[in-house]
């Protein structure tokens, strides 16, 4: 036990077991304490397996931390075999926080696996040749821990991480730890490490042999040459690296040439065929080794040349004598025997070069050059091309030719811009301008200069022509947007390149903005000069034109709806489609077109009347409805050459009115209740009478009417009617005609029965005119046994007003009791449609 306060931080403690043999399994129990009151570390306990008195290494399990107030197990298992020998080392490290205890405890050496840490198999050495990729396979028995970590450890120390474990079953498992490109260096002993908080596996030493391929010392010797051939001897009796030589090859190239070829040779002399004539090669001889990489570097080089029969070389001396725009001076070194190898020859010169443009075609051409000469100059080129010439020598016996020389001509001042490489975008404020080089620029364009000025405008207030502006840009950059331009008008530019001879003929373009929304001198949405019912007062102002004059003005009414029922605007909000009250209200929209005005009515602000029940330029201006809110929009059209603008604003909101009874109809409706109060009181005293001399009636005229929707005779029954009940019913029915405000546009009417009383039930059905009898009045008659009601809401002047029809008992005038509404006016009464039929039972 080490109490960590006692002891220097990074003092170390040892416990050495001695040398042990394994003939057979070996597993180390031991039981270990790290404990700190405040959950510092006391410090850091570790193992290490030494292996035949080696370097110590890795440890190759360790623990740290505080881990509670108690003892833990730990094992090792060692799979090193004899004759090799392992020596335990227990090592304790005091942290710097000098705090708490380390113990050790329990260590058992057991002569069975085991059963927390897995045992490694064998590991055999590898073998591999310089610069290429070994790989060990520790192969491992036991249950390995999902925390385990499984490395490769050198017995320098160094330890390399698994690149994959793969489970064989479920105690068999194989870690897999590859190297990369293996040299001298890296040959040593290796082992397998397992290392989990219950335990640690360690594996035997293996070796990783790295062998070198190798390489003769001497060069191969020339035996003999000719125009086409080479006979060589190999001379590989020394060599550098390691054998076993399996195969011999020579590689060979020429001296100056890019290309390499390899022949294998199985004897000590080997012969090269197919060779150039008075060409320099250099050849090498390649030895293998057994295994991948084997193949060693090439060794000392031989360089031999053919013998020559056709022209040694080409030409010589390529250069230029004098570089215009569009001709090339060239001149080269004159020629002698010792090149041409033959006194007949000729010598020619071959150029080419691309005319550009679309169809990008080489112009290709040689001229034969007289005996003796050795300068030329090429006519008719283009400017700034890349001219490629070489020169040809040709005798009998064979053909050369010189490597191709780049000439460039020199720069002239560019072609025109050519107008068709124009586009453009045009916006309201602004333009998108985009241009190719020109086709031919006959040098490098060192900046492009662009002019613009405006020539027209439709807008009166931009002055034309404008000032000129000239911007410059760089060779790469071929657009430019051009902004704070004016709406509606037309700009002229011009385009045109420039190299370093000057600038080059310009293009020119006319471009025109689009023109802008119209634009308003309101602040924020004003009050209206007055409201009453069914009109607002706003005031208008005209608006401002934006490239183009004001064409119209519109007043726009929406009916304020919820939101999910307003109309859904097509990406703006203003009105695009002119809509009159009549084609807005068959459509089912909320808004429509209440007035259009022309733009020279509009030269000031002045009042506007929505509602004013006039028409202007075909849109009618409707009453508005009380009952109904309403956003009032102004806007402002701009036409120009087929495009419009559009800009609306809110100038007014019109609320609902809360009490939407006219004051007349209350004064009529006041008048009307107490007239009706004034019948109720006389006729139903009648009516009562009336009723009895009815029922009498009905009892003998039974078997004078038959009708065919009547099939049995009716029983019918005494039945008193109170006062009190009469005219609850009749008091309702009139309140319910009165309060049903929906019938103000539908001109909806309401048939309402007026025998609703107990005892009552109905007997007849509704019937247009004619289905019963037909007074010379133009009334209806139903049969004596029927009583028939007819309440109608009608609209008159604004008003509701009721008609009622009684006229089994009409005698010249409505009857008393029967006239729920005393209002009937005789205007009225074609309107009357339908009737009501209801039998009385006694």
């Known amino acids: 036990m080490v109490n960590a306060s006692q002891h220097a931080p990074g003092q170390r403690a040892h416990i050495i077991f001695q040398s042990l043999s394994e003939n057979d399994t070996h597993c180390v129990q031991f039981s270990y304490f790290l404990y700190s009151r405040d959950g510092h570390s006391p410090g850091t306990l570790g193992v290490y397996v030494r292996v035949n008195g080696g370097p110590l290494g890795s440890a190759v399990w360790n623990m740290t931390g505080s881990h509670g107030r108690q003892w833990h197990q730990a094992e090792l298992a060692v799979s090193t075999f004899w004759p090799n020998e392992y020596q335990v080392l227990f090592e304790a490290v005091i942290s710097p926080d000098q705090r708490g205890y380390m113990g050790l405890d329990d260590i058992l050496l057991l002569s069975y696996p085991c059963a927390k840490a897995p045992h490694f198999s064998r590991l055999g050495d590898v073998e591999v040749n310089a610069g290429q990729n070994a790989s060990f396979q520790c192969m491992a028995a036991g249950r390995a821990a999902e925390a385990e970590r499984f490395l490769l450890q050198r017995q320098s120390g160094v330890l390399v991480p698994a690149a994959g474990v793969r489970h064989i079953s479920h105690r068999r498992f194989l870690a897999t730890f590859p190297l990369a490109a293996v040299g001298r260096a890296e040959q040593d002993l290796y082992r397998c490490v397992s290392q989990a908080p219950r335990g640690a596996g360690v594996s035997n030493f293996a070796e990783l042999i790295v062998k070198e391929p190798p390489t003769p010392i001497a060069p191969p010797q020339l035996l003999r040459a000719g125009p086409t051939y080479l006979i060589i001897q190999l001379n590989t009796n020394s060599i550098i690296g390691d054998g076993p030589i399996v195969r011999k090859e020579i590689e060979y190239r020429m001296a100056r040439g890019p290309w390499a070829e390899v022949h294998a040779v199985n004897l000590q002399t080997y012969k090269l065929w197919h060779l150039d004539p008075d060409t320099e090669y250099e050849i090498s001889v390649l030895l293998t080794r057994p295994g991948d990489g084997g193949t060693g570097r090439p060794g000392p080089p031989l360089l031999s040349r053919t013998k020559c029969a056709e022209p040694m070389r080409a030409p010589k001396g390529l250069a230029f004598a004098e570089i215009q725009a569009r001709q090339l001076t060239l001149q080269w070194e004159p020629l002698g025997y010792n090149v041409t190898r033959c006194h007949t020859y000729t010598v020619s010169l071959c150029y080419r070069y691309t005319l550009g443009g679309s169809h990008n075609q080489t112009i290709r051409e040689c001229v034969k050059m007289e005996r003796g000469v050795s300068r030329y100059t090429i006519k008719n080129l283009l400017p700034y091309r890349n001219i490629h010439v070489r020169l040809v020598l040709t005798n009998p016996e064979g053909r050369k030719e010189g490597k191709e020389v780049t000439f460039q001509t020199d720069e002239d001042v560019p072609g025109g811009i050519a107008a068709e490489s124009l586009t453009f975008t045009p916006l309201e404020d602004m333009i998108f301008l985009k241009w190719e080089e020109p086709q031919e620029p006959n040098g490098l364009i060192t900046q492009y200069e662009i002019s613009y000025q405006s020539i027209e405008s439709s807008d009166p207030a931009v002055n034309v022509p404008g000032p000129r502006r000239t911007i410059s840009k760089l060779r790469n950059e071929t657009y430019h947007v051009f902004s704070n331009l004016h709406p509606g008008t037309t700009y002229l530019f011009s385009v045109r390149a420039r190299t370093g001879k000057g600038f080059g003929q310009a293009a020119l373009t006319e471009i025109t903005t689009n023109i802008s929304a119209p634009s308003f001198d309101y602040a924020d949405m004003p009050s209206p000069l007055g409201e009453s019912e069914n009109t607002i007062t706003v005031l208008l102002r005209p608006a401002q034109g934006r490239g183009a004059p004001i064409s119209v003005y519109q007043v726009v009414v929406e ?147 038959a009708y065919s929707y009547y099939p049995k005779p009716v029983n019918m029954t005494k039945a008193t009617i109170n006062y009190r009940q009469e005219k609850t019913h009749m008091m309702s029915a009139v309140d319910r005609s009165f309060t049903d405000q929906s019938t103000l546009q539908e001109d909806e009417r309401l048939g309402l029965s007026f025998m609703d009383a107990p005892g009552y039930s109905p007997r007849g059905e509704c019937r247009p005119r004619g289905t019963t009898g037909w007074s010379p009045s133009g009334k209806i008659i139903c049969p004596r046994h029927f009583l028939h009601l007819r309440l109608s809401l009608l609209t008159y002047g604004g008003l509701q007003v009721g008609c009622c029809v009684f006229p089994d008992v009409w005698v010249g005038a409505w009857h008393p009791a029967l006239s729920l509404v005393g209002l009937v006016i005789p205007e009225l009464e074609p309107h009357c449609d339908y009737c009501s039929c209801q039998s009385l039972d006694i």
């Open 559 to 705: 009916e304020e709806r919820p939101r999910r029922l307003r109309r859904e605007p097509a990406g703006q909000d203003c009105f695009l489609v002119p809509l009159t009250f009549e084609a807005a209200l068959a459509r089912g929209l909320v808004h429509y077109f209440g007035a259009e005005l022309a733009a020279s009515s509009l030269p000031e602000a002045m009042p506007f009347t929505v509602g004013d029940n006039q028409t202007y330029r075909g849109f009618w201006n409707p009453p508005l409805e009380p009952r109904k809110a309403y956003l009032i929009y102004f806007q402002a059209a701009s036409h120009l050459k087929g495009e419009t603008r559009l800009n609306c604003i809110r100038i007014a909101r019109k609320a609902a009115c809360k009490e939407s009874k006219r004051p007349l109809e209350v004064s009529q409706r006041s008048e009307e209740m107490g007239l009706i109060l004034g019948i109720c009181a006389g006729g139903l005293a009648v009516l009562i009478l009336l009723l009895g001399a009815i029922i009498v009636i009905i009892r003998k005229g039974r078997d004078r009417y």
